[in-house]
């Protein structure tokens, strides 16, 4: 069974910076492209990031290009996302998510989210 | 900039047959890998449909992709009360970036 668990969220200033983090388990993590994708409180899915297998190929969302870096570890069988510069607009909850086979989807498996808040 | 574009809100009735479209603002989807996805209100989406029409595991049936026209199209046949979601498309923009739709509200009603 697949399994992606966030975590990393959390309460922070404008401004600051903030690491989210997601294990995954039930699949053979380096063979897969990984994405993030946030959503808004009351609003509607945005894709934010996504990276290759090997952290060779990211791509990012025009919102968060130079502010946000997702990165990967195939050891651990980690994502992560730290994310600079944070903006009111960035709080939303971040969803860790493992496409489908050759990556024709941002996401076919999910994780539960985390919160991230951005407020002074 | 590039916009794709869903129904807000549509209604069907319990064992009807309902269809969601997904457009973009300009030029064919049909080659933008359309995807869907289900969401209730504190859950995490649920993937139903992606590259226009491989049901993702565990999916009835029932849930059908297609391409209508200059669209990509959820067919939901027998609708059922827990249907009642927000559903999601999205499309590959380029090769490079995906862009949601603004989402379908589906009452069953």
């Known amino acids: 069974e697949v399994q992606l668990v966030e975590s990393g969220g959390g309460l922070v200033q404008p401004g600051g910076s903030l690491r989210l983090c997601c294990v995954a388990s039930g699949f053979t993590f380096s063979d897969s492209w990984m994405t993030w994708v946030r959503q808004a409180p009351g609003k509607g899915l945005e894709w934010v990031a996504n990276i290759n297998q090997d952290g060779s190929e990211k791509r990012y969302v025009d919102s968060v290009r130079d502010r946000f870096t997702i990165s990967r570890d195939n050891a651990k069988t980690s994502l992560c996302l730290q994310m600079n510069s944070l903006r009111v607009e960035d709080t939303a909850v971040y969803y860790c998510?493992?496409?489908?086979?050759?990556?024709?989807?941002?996401?076919?498996?999910w994780g539960q989210g985390t919160l991230v808040t951005v407020s002074s | 900039q590039t916009v794709v574009t869903q129904e807000p809100s549509l209604s069907v009735s319990p064992g009807g047959t309902v269809t969601l479209t997904c457009g973009l603002s300009?030029?064919?989807?049909?080659?933008?890998?359309p995807s869907w996805y289900q969401q209730t209100p504190g859950q995490p989406p649920r993937t139903l449909i992606y590259?226009?029409?491989i049901r993702s595991s565990g999916v009835p049936d029932r849930f059908s992709g297609s391409i209508l026209g200059n669209k990509a199209a959820l067919t939901i046949t027998g609708a059922q009360a827990d249907d009642e979601s927000d559903y999601y498309c999205v499309l590959q923009m380029g090769g490079g970036p995906w862009v949601f739709g603004g989402g379908t509200k589906l009452t069953v009603l």
């Open positions: 590259h226009t029409n």
């Open positions: 300009s030029g064919s989807v049909s080659i933008n890998y």
């Open positions: 998510a493992r496409p489908p086979p050759r990556a024709v989807s941002p996401a076919d498996d």
